[in-house]
Nanobody
Framework: QVQLVESGGGLVQAGGSLRLSCAASGRPLSNYAIGWFRQAPGKEREFVVG????????YYADFVKGRFTISRDNARNTAYLQMNSLKPEDTAVYYC???????????????????WGQGTQVTVSS
């Protein structure tokens, strides 16, 4: 079983950047597909971006294309979400998720993930 811990959230002005980290323990992150989701107050959790387990292919939600970048460093057992050109509407709690798989598939559905971190708050001021 893998445990996930997010970090790197905080308060930033619109147009600024943050890098979120998702540190894994207990199992090699290389065995898992990774996803980032977010949940704003009063809204449902939504998919942000995912990266496949095997070949690093990615899939981004339209509202973050060109601004956010997902990456993974299997040697460090950590996944990252680089967020640039942040907007006030990006304000949310951001969660990383993992699913053990051996596949090129990028998973975008929250219910398909088995493991979740506790989330990290991102607040973007206007």
């Amino acid at each position: 079983q893998v445990q996930l811990v997010e970090s790197g959230g905080g308060l930033v002005q619109a147009g600024g950047s943050l890098r979120l980290s998702c540190a894994a323990s207990g199992r090699p992150l290389s065995n898992y597909a990774i996803g980032w989701f977010r949940q704003a107050p009063g809204k449902e959790r939504e998919f942000v971006v995912g990266i496949s387990q095997s070949d690093g292919r990615t899939y981004y939600a339209d509202f973050v294309k060109g601004r956010f970048t997902i990456s993974r460093d299997n040697a460090r057992n950590t996944a990252y979400l680089q967020m640039n050109s942040l907007k006030p509407e990006d304000t949310a709690v951001y969660y990383c998720a993992a699913k053990r798989t051996y596949s090129r598939v990028v998973i975008s559905t929250a219910d398909d993930y088995d493991y979740w971190g506790q989330g990290t708050q991102v607040t973007v001021s206007s």
